[in-house]
């Protein structure tokens, strides 16, 4: 069975760190591109990073957001940094096919579409307190 579960969210005061894992089970991300997406109360969720694991490309939104693969082949992390209130969101991965050329990540997160990746995961919360 194919799932993705992203973790690491919790309670953090402003300018506090967490790191966001997102792990597989079922396939390996080879030749998936990896979208870090998040969604606020009252919000539509945007993105935020991807990871291209056929070309290695990866792209944040922001300087605060890292994206990083991980040493096995189903898992890839998101570094989130000085962390801000307005970043209290529910966090989720998810994965879609790379297409025959390039990883299909826009240099742009924010541009892409939720709703056409491939595979999702449950999200994990991240509150950050003032």
């Known amino acids: 069975e194919v799932q993705l579960q992203a973790s690491g969210g919790g309670l953090v005061q402003a300018g506090g760190s967490l790191r966001l894992s997102c792990t597989a089970s079922g396939f390996t991300f080879d030749d998936y591109k990896i979208g870090w997406f998040r969604q606020a109360p009252g919000k539509e969720r945007e993105g935020i990073a991807c990871?291209?694991?056929?070309?290695d490309s990866i792209y944040s939104a922001e300087d605060r957001f890292t994206a990083s693969k991980g040493d096995a082949k189903n898992t890839v992390y998101l570094q989130l940094t000085n962390l801000k209130p307005e970043d209290t969101a529910v966090y989720h991965c998810a994965a879609e096919r790379s297409p025959a050329y390039g990883s299909g990540c826009p240099v742009n997160p924010r541009s892409m579409n939720y709703y056409a990746m491939d595979f999702w995961g449950q999200g994990t919360q991240v509150t950050v307190s003032s």
């Open positions: 990871i291209g694991y056929n070309d």
